[in-house]
Each structure stands twice: as C-alpha cells, then as structure tokens.
C-alpha cells in the first residue's frame, strides 16, 4: 500500500499569517494517464470532510483562493496564503492513483 | 445541489450485521463511481470501499475483505454497504463520498457487547 505521511503533525498558526502543510508518498503518484491523483481534505470540527484540492493543485469550487496546492511525484503540499479563523480543524491528503486508496495521517491546525 | 445522506446505522454486537444506505441527490448518480470511508472515534481517515458507476467493478480494503459487500441501485439513487461479522475495530462514522468531492454527514455504527 501507498504510504502517505504528513507533516507537521500539529501547526500552530496566526491569523493573516502563511502556513504550509507537507504530504509526502511512498511511490510515486503519476498514473498511467498522466495524471496526479493527490486530494486535499479539510475536516473542521464537528463536520464531515470537505474537499478543498483535486489533482495537486486544482481548486474546488467554493474554496477560497487563500487555498493553493503544489508538488509532484512523491512530494506534496498546501499552504494557506493567510490563515482565518475558519481554516482550524483537522487537513489530510489522499492519494487515488493506487489502490487501495490511502490517506495522510492528518495535520491538525490551530490558532 | 448535491446531498449525499447516510443511514442505517446503530449499536450491534461483535459478529453482528448491519446495512448502511446513502441517499443520492443533486446529481446523475448513475453516471458516478462512489467509496465508503470510515472515520474511528478520534482517528484519521480510512478508505473501506469502492464500486464503480455499473457496479462492475468493485474493490474493498483488505480490513473488510469478506465481510463487507458494497451495492448500488442505481434507479434508486443508493448506495448500500452491507457490514457482516463485525469488529469491535469497525467502530466508526461511516461516510459516502463522490467522486466530485461531495461526502454525507456520515452514520455512525458502534460495535460493542
């Protein structure tokens, strides 16, 4: 299975402030099409899971653009542009290029 | 607007059975692959299971091989996921997720004597 490992565990944060999230893959998550199937997820609170980026760095629709990923290969990561009071809870990438589907450990953000 | 609405969940004793339901709106549901993910009581995210937008093509992860069966009906707009000799260790919300990016509010099943 993929091993999918993130980092850090825990981010302390400060509103208005830039934070950064690294999600780093056992094997290499090109598929046979070209494609990179690495999701990012945000779980706040309470809540379900929502998801915020598709395809490394595609945005989906409603997220605020304050939400950008990068990477390629193995090496992953979403960075907040500026952290608001509503991005605290819990963030986790997914990789869906093998199966089975795995997800990151999670990184939990905090103000 | 698209609505994904788990049931089916409860308390069941260990080797028990259950049947979970997901409750497609706001989209072609037919035309969609779908996957259950669990979540345990204060843990991350594990994927449990796939089917395709036929039902032709079905994985499962190999925590739940065998005592899972992952359905839909696609006239119904349902998904099922049928849960058979379960584990104290499926204690979890259940969620069913699109490939759009759309999950449900999640059921969740307790496995307890």
């Known amino acids: 299975d993929v091993v999918m490992t993130q980092s850090p565990l825990s981010l302390p944060v400060t509103l208005g402030q830039p934070a950064s999230i690294s999600c780093r893959s056992s094997q290499s998550l090109v598929y046979s099409d070209g494609n990179t199937y690495l999701s990012w997820f945000q779980q706040r609170p309470g809540q379900s899971p929502r998801r915020l980026i598709y395809?490394?760095?595609h945005r989906d629709s409603g997220v605020p653009d304050r939400f950008s990923g990068s990477g390629s290969g193995t090496d992953f990561t979403l960075e907040i542009s500026r952290v608001e009071a509503e991005d605290v809870g819990v963030y986790y990438c997914?990789?869906?290029?093998?199966?089975?589907?795995?997800f990151g450990g999670g990184t939990k953000v905090e103000i | 607007e698209v609505q994904l609405v788990e049931s089916g969940g409860g308390l069941v004793q260990p080797g028990g059975s259950l049947r979970l339901s997901c409750a497609a709106s706001g989209f072609t549901f037919s035309s969609y692959e779908m996957n259950w993910v669990r979540q345990a009581p204060g843990k991350g995210l594990e994927w449990v299971s796939y089917i395709s937008s036929s039902g032709s093509t079905i994985y499962y992860a190999d925590s739940v091989k065998g005592r899972f069966t992952i359905s839909r009906d696609n006239a119904k707009n349902s998904l099922y996921l049928q849960m058979n000799s379960l584990r104290t260790e499926d204690t979890a919300v259940y969620y069913c997720a699109s490939p759009g990016g759309n999950w449900g509010q999640g059921t969740l099943v307790t496995v307890s004597s």
């Open positions: 395809k490394v760095s």
């Open positions: 997914m990789q869906g290029t093998h199966w089975p589907l795995t």
